[in-house]
T-cell receptor, first 111, second 118 residues
Framework: GNSVTQMEGPVTLSEEAFLTINCTYT??????LFWYVQYPGEGLQLLLK?????DKGSNKGFEATYRKETTSFHLEKGSVQVSDSAVYFC??????????FGSGTQLTVLP | GAGVSQSPRYKVAKRGQDVALRCDPI?????LFWYQQALGQGPEFLTY????????KSGLPSDRFFAERPEGSVSTLKIQRTQQEDSAVYLC????????????????FGPGTRLTVL
């Protein structure tokens, strides 16, 4: 079946540091890949997505590239801000209709 | 425009009580999903509706869990005889399409209902 493995947290960075959160997946066929973010006290929000190999999703300075050869979809941001503190979830959608999520990575950015 | 809304936001139940959780999807969205999110974990799929038809209920953990969407809009997740292991956040999501678009469509999530069973 489908599965998503995410870098374990928590991750603590200083403001303006570079961020990488690793995500690898197992799926049959050609899944779509997603990053969702959950800010404190709020619901899950889509951050970015990529629907085919080599696609790059980007939003709010975050980027992730769909790498089929390494089955990865790592999230990166060049300079994090305090406001980026949240829980980040990698997810995939394959032939099934539902999303399969990783366990989440808690990011804390210190001023 | 209005997003997905859920009510109540918080629910405390005594073990053995029945609970009903409501989801109002984005207007016009065909697909509706329920997920369960345990503390410190990612959401896990419970069930899926396309309009009023429940096409997949493979994630429901027991026959105490029941979901419906009778008019293809609002959905209710009901849990009978609640147990402590049912304590979690229950998330509802909706997406516009169905069929071949389902793989790429974005799912929009509600804020969730936090259920605590004492």
């Amino acid at each position: 079946g489908n599965s998503v493995t995410q870098m374990e947290g928590p991750v603590t960075l200083s403001e303006e540091a570079f961020l990488t959160i690793n995500c690898t997946y197992t799926a049959t066929g050609y899944p779509s890949l997603f990053w969702y973010v959950q800010y404190p006290g709020e619901g899950l929000q889509l951050l970015l997505k990529a629907t085919k190999a080599d696609d790059k999703g980007s939003n709010k300075g975050f980027e992730a590239t769909y790498r089929k050869e390494t089955t990865s979809f790592h999230l990166e941001k060049g300079s994090v801000q305090v406001s980026d503190s949240a829980v980040y979830f990698c997810a995939l959608k394959g032939s099934a209709r539902q999303l399969t999520f990783g366990s989440g990575t808690q990011l804390t950015v210190l001023p | 425009g209005a997003g997905v809304s859920q009510s109540p936001r918080y629910k405390v139940a005594k073990r053995g009580q029945d609970v009903a959780l409501r989801c109002d999807p984005i207007s016009g969205h065909v697909s509706l999903f329920w997920y369960q999110q345990a503390l410190g974990q990612g959401p896990e799929f419970l069930t899926y509706f396309q309009n009023e038809a429940q096409l997949d209920k493979s994630g429901l953990p027991s026959d105490r869990f029941f979901a419906e969407r009778p008019e293809g809009s609002v959905s209710t997740l009901k849990i009978q005889r609640t147990q402590q292991e049912d304590s979690a956040v229950y998330l509802c999501a909706s997406s516009l399409g169905a069929g071949t678009r389902i793989r790429t469509d974005t799912q929009y999530f509600g804020p969730g209902t936090r259920l605590t069973v004492l």
